[in-house]
């Protein structure tokens, strides 16, 4: 039997936020800061946990991407997703991953953020992505989730979807912060934070 490995994504594999990332390159720097001053409001009843994650998100991904047609969103998604997302991994990612594919080992990533900037990362290097999904009204972006927030306890619940977990020998997980725990209790063996050393 195969093993199951499962990879958070932003903070254990990347060194920075993968939607910040997208967003600046997107807009650029002047453009990126100003929409952050204009959400300051939010991100601050958000570190003072005054705001749920996902809401946060919410406000975030409305304000620069409200209303952006689906297929110019996906599109620059793709192109970030193979130009930037290696140069945001942290040293050893690709080693670990690359030893684990070379087993033969199941590999998907269940992340917080959208399924749209991580999947072409996904598909290059073989790794099934599990991941918040975007509601889409008229071919467009409309900046609201569609279903739950991938964090926390539903990262089980669509890990589960996706494979029966009987079907493998052991339940590998990398994780970095509490939106991670639940995966990690699930997990035969878990790592927390395992390339903080070689960053």
């Not at 958070?8 to 952050?36: A, H």
């Not at 670990?96 to 991580?118: C, D, F, P, R």
């Given at each position: 039997?195969?093993?199951?490995v ?37 991100l ?41 997302i ?30 749209n ?36 306890p ?19 997980v ?13 997990a ?12």
């Amino acid at each position: 039997m195969s093993k199951l490995v499962v990879f958070d994504f932003d903070g254990t594999l990347t060194k920075t936020d993968s939607m910040l990332e997208l967003t600046r390159y997107f807009f650029g720097p002047i453009r990126f800061v100003i929409g952050m001053a204009f959400l300051s409001p939010v991100l601050v009843l958000y570190k003072l946990k005054l705001l749920p994650n996902w809401r946060t998100k919410q406000y975030y991904l409305t304000h620069f991407f409200g209303g952006m047609p689906l297929n110019e969103f996906q599109t620059v998604c793709d192109r970030f997703a193979s130009e930037k997302i290696p140069n945001l991994l942290r040293p050893g990612v690709v080693e670990t991953i690359n030893t684990y594919k070379s087993k033969g080992h199941q590999l998907v990533i269940v992340s917080a953020s959208a399924e749209n900037w991580l999947t072409r990362w996904g598909d290059e290097n073989h790794l099934t992505v599990i991941g918040t999904n975007l509601e889409v009204v008229d071919g467009r972006i409309t900046g609201k989730l569609n279903g739950r927030n991938c964090y926390g306890p539903e990262k089980v619940i669509r890990l589960k979807e996706e494979f029966d977990l009987d079907d493998f020998s052991e339940i590998i997980v990398y994780g970095d912060s509490r939106g991670d725990r639940e995966l990690m209790e699930l997990a035969t063996q878990s790592f927390y934070k395992p390339f903080r050393g070689s960053s």
